[in-house]
């Protein structure tokens, strides 16, 4: 079915014999190493079950949304959801019980678990973040050791606080309750820094597979630029410096992703990187000019967000005349638009190479080969 989506996304490329086979997952199960889970009273789940105890703390109830809602309903397993991470969040649920911790309640704003969030690394390490209605968190260190005794993999504990009337779910003000406040986790042979804010690829696995046929398709060697735009945390830019590219400009709106990205580059040895925090697309039509006078025409990744580019990203990508454009998407409806864009300023399609990032999901990751018309 992803296939034929992406077939009839792109029907020029289908007919040329350009779109490569998806590559799937060969056992997608338990991939999703992000869990999020919120905290709620019971009446909130529509069931009617009563307190425990008059003026004692109500079951508290975790699981998903259902759609459209938020309702939720009690999951203790998913077939999707990363084992480990799923108990911690199970332990949180019920070590609240036991300390009569009050979940929140949305529609008064009031109790003090909203969610915890748990992040499972490669490593076996395991980030878990607990999002609260309040900074005073009352027996921290009890609650994080018998978390801890409970679940072993939990390696760091941070409380992010939000008291806000939003749907976002972390807070702007965190510290850490337990261990670094991160974890480290490997990709393509890289150790990559997670904290509770980091933009990371919730499926590892097919991840470290979109990554590796991105950067082959760069085929950037010692004497190359890449130029990788929406960088994050500079993950894909950072393997294509490490399988040989000469150089990496990284740029990325959001600060803490910068920060990050830099981090990442020290750790892994990689000197030839610079990241730089900026929109991409003023960036880039700042530097158009500069850069289309370099001796070597540089290489473009880009990995936008699912909204895709702006057109003035495009006109200025064409101008500056990279040799080849390697665009990463996670929506490729807005891809296929953002390509003939670029199909209109010189370029065309040589390889398109979808991959199953989210096994029993609709949604595909697609990446698109470009190169200067001939």
């Not at 529609?107 to 005073?136: I, S, Y």
């Not at 880039?284 to 025409?297: K, V």
Request: net charge negative.
């Amino acid at each position: 079915m992803k296939q034929a989506q992406i077939e009839e996304l792109f029907p020029h490329a289908a007919r040329n014999g350009l779109i490569r086979p998806i590559i799937g997952m060969e056992d997608p199960f338990h991939y999703r190493n992000k869990v999020v889970a919120p905290y709620v009273p019971a009446r909130r789940s529509g069931k009617k079950r009563p307190s425990r105890a008059e003026g004692k703390c109500p079951r508290v109830l975790t699981g998903m949304y259902a759609p459209g809602t938020h309702d939720v309903i009690p999951t203790d397993a998913c077939l999707l959801e990363h084992e480990r991470a799923k108990a911690a969040v199970l332990a949180v649920r019920d070590l609240m019980e036991r300390h009569g911790m009050q979940p929140y309640d949305e529609d008064k704003g009031t109790g003090f678990m909203r969610h915890a969030v748990a992040r499972a690394g490669r490593t076996g390490e395991l980030l878990l973040t607990l999002v609260t209605n309040g900074e005073e968190f009352p027996a921290s260190r009890a609650f994080c050791r018998e978390l801890v005794r409970r679940v072993p993999d939990v390696t760091t504990v941070v409380q992010s606080v939000n008291t806000r009337i939003t749907n976002v779910i972390l807070g702007e003000k965190e510290r850490a309750l337990y261990g670094p406040g991160f974890i480290l986790d490997e990709l393509c042979g890289l150790r990559f820094r997670i904290s509770s804010a980091s933009f990371y690829q919730v499926n590892a696995v097919q991840a470290e597979a979109l990554y590796e046929a991105a950067v082959a398709l760069t085929d950037a060697g010692p004497d190359d630029t890449v130029i990788d735009a929406y960088c994050g945390t500079g993950t894909i830019g950072l393997v294509a410096a490490a399988r040989g590219a000469g150089r990496l400009i990284g740029v990325e709106s959001v600060e803490s992703a910068v920060s990050d990205a830099r981090m990442n580059a020290r750790h892994n040895g990689i000197a030839q990187a610079d990241f730089i925090c900026a929109d991409a697309t003023r960036w880039i039509e700042d530097c158009t000019e500069r850069l289309a006078e370099d001796d070597h025409a540089p290489i473009l990744l880009l990995d936008p967000p699912r909204s895709g580019t702006t057109p003035e990203f495009a006109r200025a990508a064409c101008a500056m005349g990279p040799k080849r454009i390697v665009y990463i998407s996670c929506d490729p409806r807005t891809q296929a638009r953002d390509i003939a864009l670029l199909e209109e300023g010189g370029y065309e399609v040589r390889v398109v190479q979808p991959v199953d990032m989210f096994p029993h999901t609709h949604h595909i990751e697609n990446i698109v080969l470009m190169v200067p018309r001939a």
